[in-house]
C-alpha cells in the first residue's frame, strides 16, 4: 500500500485546511486510515482514525482536536480526509497519514495499529 498525503501549508490561527490522503491498494474500503501528527522534539501522536468497513466506519479523536477536526474517507476515491477547523499554533505539525490493514480496536490511537504510513504534509498555524 501506498500513499500521499497533501493539503498542508501555512495559516492564521482560527483557519481551516484540509488534509488529503490517497491510498492504493484493492481493498480500501476495508483500511482503517489515520491521521497522526509530530511536533519537532515531540513523539508522533494520534489525531483520528476511521475505521474501515468491518468498523462500521466509525471515527475517533484526540481529546485535543476533537470538535475542530472532522475525518472522512471517499471509498470511491481510495482517499481519506482531515478537515481541520479553528486552527491553533499548538496544531503546528507534520501531519501523516496511516493504513491499518487489520487494525484492531484497541490500538487504533496507537502507531503500533498501523503498518503504512505516507511521506507527511507541513501544517504551520501563525499566531
Known amino acids: 500500500v501506498q500513499l500521499q498525503a497533501s493539503g498542508g501549508g501555512l495559516v492564521q490561527a482560527g483557519g481551516s485546511l484540509r488534509l488529503s490522503c490517497a491510498a492504493s491498494?484493492?481493498?480500501?474500503?476495508?483500511?482503517?486510515m489515520g491521521w497522526f501528527r509530530q511536533a519537532p522534539g515531540k513523539e508522533r501522536e494520534f489525531v483520528a482514525t476511521?475505521?474501515?468497513?468491518?468498523?462500521?466506519?466509525?471515527?475517533y479523536y484526540a481529546d485535543s482536536v476533537k470538535g475542530r477536526f472532522t475525518i472522512s474517507r471517499e471509498n470511491a476515491k481510495n482517499t481519506a480526509y482531515l478537515q481541520m477547523n479553528s486552527l491553533k499554533p499548538e496544531d503546528t505539525a507534520v501531519y501523516y497519514c496511516?493504513?491499518?490493514?487489520?487494525?484492531?480496536?484497541?490500538?487504533?490511537?496507537?502507531?503500533?495499529?498501523?503498518?503504512?504510513w505516507g511521506q507527511g504534509t507541513q501544517v504551520t498555524v501563525s499566531s
Open positions: 496511516a493504513v491499518g490493514v487489520g487494525a484492531i480496536l484497541s490500538a487504533v490511537r496507537s502507531t503500533r495499529g498501523y503498518d503504512y
Open positions: 491498494g484493492r481493498t480500501f474500503t476495508t483500511y482503517t
Open positions: 476511521i475505521r474501515g468497513s468491518g468498523g462500521g466506519y466509525r471515527a
